[in-house]
């Protein structure tokens, strides 16, 4: 009797994402979880989208370039370049309603929410994210919140939508005032706070604001989640306001 032994093929290098121990022959399928600016990040399958689940934190553009430290108040709102900055660095004032760690504290808040970018950061040509991963677009954020339970309706609507998706994607702690979520889908959303157009730093600890890469009214759209609210608000702002950003894989 002749007995075909046939060697399975996968990913044999145990550096990625998708090791597979029981592999004898590389398919050249090996996943490697995305880096930029020599830091590794997490990441989350949410319905067919794979997220960051943590903020981005780079200080230099995919091509390696420095995006600019702009840390003066009158600098931030009155540029119109791409600008980077932690919350509570090179201000005059900041507040901080952390039940964790002193969000003012430049150190404490890089760990714990990476950092903060203007809108004309977002929209630069040298891209925000790693290779193969971009600043997700309003459309992509609406497939997000779809996943979650939001009617397409709802979805395409402004201001406060939706019942629970946002404590879906709110981490289970570092949220002030018991505003903490559930995290059933791994986003792990955290609260790190806004800097608006006057160069101050509000609210880490209770609230938490994502760009968009999708222009809307006077600036770009945009998603913020508050200790306040279990839903999830989309609204647009000025390319002055410093917000979070997570990226999203590249539909091959």
């Known amino acids: 009797m002749f007995v075909s032994c046939q060697q399975e093929q996968g990913c044999t290098d145990p550096n990625a994402a998708n090791y597979n121990i029981e592999a004898v022959e590389d398919d050249g399928s090996c996943d490697y979880p995305p880096e930029i600016d020599g830091y590794t990040y997490d990441v989350v399958t949410i319905g067919d989208q794979v997220w960051f689940a943590e903020n981005l934190r780079t200080k230099v553009y995919a091509n390696g370039e420095l995006i600019t430290a702009v840390l003066p108040e009158w600098q931030w709102w009155s540029t119109t370049e791409g600008g980077v900055v932690v919350y509570g660095e090179g201000s005059s004032y900041c507040n901080s309603f952390s039940p964790d760690i002193d969000a003012c504290d430049e150190a404490q808040s890089f760990e714990e929410y990476g950092c903060l970018y203007n809108g004309y950061a977002v929209e630069d040509t040298r891209g925000l994210c790693p ?61 790190g706070g806004t800097r608006i157009i006057d160069g101050y730093f509000y609210d880490a600890g209770y609230y938490g604001g994502w760009w968009s890469s999708s222009p809307g009214g006077p600036g770009i759209w945009r998603r913020n989640l508050s200790k306040d609210n279990s839903g999830i608000q989309r609204n647009y702002t000025y390319r002055t306001q410093g917000l979070s950003v997570r990226c999203l894989k590249d539909v091959e």
């Open 131 to 191: 290779t193969g991963w971009h600043v997700p677009t309003d459309s992509e954020w609406k497939v997000l919140e779809m996943e979650l339970g939001m009617s397409e309706s709802q979805a395409c609507s402004t201001y406060w939508r939706g019942t629970d998706e946002g404590t879906k994607m709110k981490s289970i702690s570092g949220w002030g005032g018991n505003g903490s979520g559930t995290d059933e889908i791994g986003f792990s959303a955290l609260p």
